[in-house]
Every structure is written in C-alpha cells, then in structure tokens.
C-alpha cells in the first residue's frame, strides 16, 4: 500500500508540531493555533443542543440551513451582496475540507493549480491529493501578487489558482484590483479561482481588507470563496467552514462532500450559528489584543536583527523572517528545537521562495511567544 503523497509532503508545519510535543518543555509558535478556546456564549449554546439531542444526527448534506443563512447575511449587510444560501454556500469541515472538495471535483488528472509562493502550506497535498500538479508563482519583492506572473504561468493545463488572502505566511493583503485582473483573464475559461480568506478579520494598524464577495456578483462563473470559523473563532479543533459558489459548482462538489464526510460536524455547525450573535464585539476583542501581540513580537524580534530579518505583516497572525546567516531552515529550525526547545516551521515549507526563512505564529498562548522569544534570543547569542 502507497500514499499518492510523499513522506516529506506531509506539511511541514505539521510535522514540526509533531516532532515537538514528543519533547517536554517545548514553546510551540508553530502550527497556527490561537490562544483563546471557543467563547462562551458559544459554548453554552452547543452544550444545550447537546442536552436536547440536537446534534446526534446528520444535517442535511450542505449544512444546517440556518447557519447558510446567516453567513449569506452577513454578506448581504457588510457587502451588499445577495447569496442564495440554499444553493450557493455549503458547510464543511473546515477550509481545508472545502478546498479539497472542490479541487477532487473539477480537477482531472495532471491539470495544473497555481499557488503563490510563499503560499499556505497545505495546499500543495491538497491538489496532489486530487491528481493534480502544483505550479508557484512567486511573490514580488514587495510580498505582492506578481499578477504578470500569475497570467504568464496560466496555459491549458490550469484548472485553478488557490489565493489566500490575507495571506499566510507573509501576512500580505492583495488588493482587490489585483485579484480582479486575475479574475478578467480567467473570465470565459474554465479556470476557478479559490480564494481562502481564513485571515479575513485579524488585521493590523488600521489595514483595510476587500472581500472577494464584491466580485462574486460579476464573476460568478470562476470564483470559489472559502473561510472558516477555525482561526476566527477559536475552534481549529471543532472542523467547521464553507465554501461559497455559484449553483452549478456548488452542486457538483456536493457530490464529493457527501463522499468524503457526509455533512461538517453537527455540534460544531451549531457553534459557527452561534458566532453570529457575538460576532462584532468579539472580534474587535480579539483584533485588539492580536495587535497588540504582534507589536510585542515585533519589538522583541527586532533586538535579534544581527540573525534575522523581516518584514511587518499586514494582517493575519505570523512573522516571516529570514535567518540572514543560512538558508536551510530545516536543519536551523530542528537544531532550535533540539537545543533551545522552539517549534519554528521552516520557511520552505511555504514553497520555494521560503527558504532560508521560519514562521512564527504570535498568536498563541502568550506564555508560549514570550518564552519562545526569549529562548530564541539565547540561541543565537550565545
Ligand atoms: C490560509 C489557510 N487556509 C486554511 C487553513 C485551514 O483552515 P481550517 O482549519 O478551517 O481547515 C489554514 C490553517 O492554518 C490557513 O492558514
């Protein structure tokens, strides 16, 4: 028996958090973890549907409808934008889910989907998992969408372009004319464009973030959104998210959802509905307190400036910086961890372009990224 996917493919964000809880002592700034649980308000709901027995079946196959329509409000008042929540969202299990989902519909074997790079991690199993062949485009120098690129690269191989944005790891914003011009050159084809906008509410300084829900009215033919109440809400462990798309592809990867899950988790669909109720006020909560931390990461990791440089992310919860005296971050980062106890992700896990770089997630326990710090400071002086 063989996996279609490599040993090394197995991401290596992952990999470093494996390798790390079998060490006792260790500050884990790896995997992208939040440091708050589900709140309570949240947690009281679901534990009431529990009691009552609500979440001992199935739901309906694309999500308990209440929820789809809460998250078509939520567009309808923060965009204006009308979504047919019973044919064009459906409920998965988590973003990753989604993504798989759709790329295991509309990819045929050895068709091409196109990735930045640096781009989040797990994208690249996801498409191999359903047959497919990566191709990166590399982000400019300003950690920018090299649209040129992008168009360059597309041929009749491309099926897809995945973009996360905001974007992890480099905490980049792409604007929307950016992500527009893709969209008019994909326009007529049949190439989708999947835009995962997980880090759509952990901004900084006043950035402003343009949902892709703004072009779905026009482009409705090629765009996939997709998002997930993991990072937002606390809840990576709960497995909830959606994607958002037009009917007839919603329809034809409902297919593959009922094949691979048969509905997202019921309890944790009652959760991302009771999100709706604190929404807001939660968020403005949590965005105060992630800028805060990551002006704490930034301020300390500037004293390390003789070892590593980086750039100030934007928006989502990561830094990004670039080991200025080696560039295999894979050794470097599994010698921190064996000698100064850090679970760093080396950057080339990212893609190429992350070499020589490791990421540090700021937004987990706040023990965790002082001591991580503070011991990292003590490696490379010492
Ligand atoms: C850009 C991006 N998309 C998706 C995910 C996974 O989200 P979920 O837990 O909803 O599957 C992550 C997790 O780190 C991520 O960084």
Redesign the pocket.
């Given at each position: 028996m063989k996996c279609i996917l490599q040993d090394e493919e197995m991401s290596l964000?992952k990999k470093v958090e494996l390798e790390g809880s079998k060490i006792s002592g260790v500050s884990s700034l790896a995997?992208?973890v939040p440091w708050y649980g589900v709140p309570e308000p949240i947690q009281e709901f679901v534990m009431e549907k529990i009691r009552k027995g609500e979440t001992n079946r199935y739901s309906i196959v694309p999500g308990i409808p209440e929820l789809r329509q809460q998250v078509a409000l939520r567009y309808y008042k923060n965009n204006s934008v009308e979504v047919d929540f019973e044919n064009e969202i459906v409920i998965t299990?988590?973003?990753?889910?989604?993504?798989s989902s759709v790329l295991l519909t509309i990819l045929e074997k050895d068709e091409e989907v196109m990735l930045l790079d640096p781009?989040?991690a797990?994208?690249d199993g996801c498409i191999k998992l359903s047959r497919g062949n990566p191709v990166y485009s590399s982000l400019d120098e300003n950690l920018d969408i090299d649209v040129q690129d992008v168009l360059s690269k597309i041929n009749s191989k491309t099926k897809a372009i995945i973009i996360?944005n905001p974007?992890?790891p480099t905490g980049s914003i792409f604007t929307i004319e950016k992500i527009k011009q893709i969209l008019d050159a994909i326009d007529g084809k049949d190439i989708y464009l999947i835009l995962?906008e997980?880090?759509d509410e952990f901004l900084y300084d006043g950035n402003f973030f343009e949902s892709g829900i703004n072009l779905y009215k026009k482009y409705k033919k090629n765009l996939i959104l997709?998002?997930?109440?993991?990072?937002t809400f606390g809840?990576?462990g709960r497995?909830?998210?959606y994607f958002l798309a037009d009917s007839n592809i919603t329809k034809e990867v409902l297919k593959v959802h009922d094949g691979l899950v048969t509905c997202a988790p019921v309890h944790s669909q009652w959760a991302a509905l009771a999100s709706f109720e604190i929404y807001d006020r939660w968020i403005g909560k949590v965005r105060k307190e992630l800028q805060k931390r990551r002006d704490y990461t930034i301020q300390e990791m500037n004293k390390l400036s003789s070892y590593i440089e980086f750039g100030t992310p934007k928006a989502?919860y990561f830094l990004f910086p670039r080991f200025k005296y080696t560039e295999k971050d894979y050794e470097e980062c599994l010698k921190i961890l064996h000698e100064s106890k850090v679970a760093l992700v080396p950057g080339s896990g990212f893609g190429n372009r992350g070499r020589g770089h490791f990421r540090i997630c700021f937004g987990r326990d706040f023990d965790d990224l002082s001591s991580g710090i503070e011991k990292l400071g003590k490696y490379f002086n010492k």
């Open positions: 964000i995997q992208g299990a988590g973003a990753i889910q989604a993504i781009c989040y797990s994208y996360s974007n992890n995962d997980v880090y997709v998002n997930s109440w993991s990072k809840m990576t497995r909830v998210g989502a």
